[in-house]
């Protein structure tokens, strides 16, 4: 009997297993926001700062809620979701207003009208991977709170009016499972 219950929960494990999921981290040497990892807060991308996350308190006491601080995405060929646990999922956008790099809330697939969730591109190296936007990324320190927003570079779009924003190569470390039950 345990065995055929073991064998009927190997299909959802190895599913399980096999998704990709990756942490990011911005490389621009010579810069202050060279090795800073991605991270979400607010419903935004920035680097540096932490991560901020929910998990209701039943999943908590049952320990099924992912014990980090640290932010992560699957996909990123075509579209771009947040490592999140929640049904539903979460999905990364572009404002096409301003270029800011967000992300849905949880249990809501509203996205605003013109932003994009396709357009990134995920390629695994030997030792790491790359996720690219078609002419890049850009982290703005136009926070207040030392975190520099994340920004695509978007045609006819003009980045905020502060005096440090660096392009960056987003660099990906891979992990097993999505690090949050959802972001906030």
């Excluded at 090795?35 to 209701?56: D, K, M, Q, R, W």
């Excluded at 591109?121 to 136009?142: I, K």
Aim: aromatic share 12%; glycine share 14%; net charge negative.
């Amino acid at each position: 009997m345990k065995t055929a219950i073991a064998l009927a929960a190997l299909p959802g494990f190895i599913s399980s297993a096999q998704a990709q999921f990756y942490g990011l981290t911005a490389l621009h040497s010579g810069s202050p926001i060279h090795f800073l990892p991605v991270n979400a807060a607010g419903e935004s991308l920035h680097l540096g700062g932490i991560s901020t996350h929910y998990c209701p308190e039943d999943f908590q006491q049952e320990g099924g809620c992912p014990n980090t601080v640290m932010t992560n995405f699957g996909g990123g060929n075509g579209g771009l979701s947040m490592g999140a646990l929640v049904p539903g999922g979460q999905m990364v956008y572009v404002d096409s207003k301003c270029g800011a790099m967000k992300y849905t809330q949880p249990h809501s697939a509203f996205i605003p009208v013109g932003a994009s969730t396709d357009g990134f591109s995920f390629t695994q190296g030997p030792g790491f991977g790359t996720l690219s936007w078609g002419n890049g990324f850009v982290a703005c320190n136009d926070t207040g709170d030392g975190t520099w927003s994340v920004y695509a570079v978007l045609p006819n779009v003009t980045l905020p009016d502060v005096p440090r924003c660096f392009g960056f190569d987003a660099i990906a470390t891979n992990e097993t499972k999505p690090a949050a039950w959802e972001y906030t």
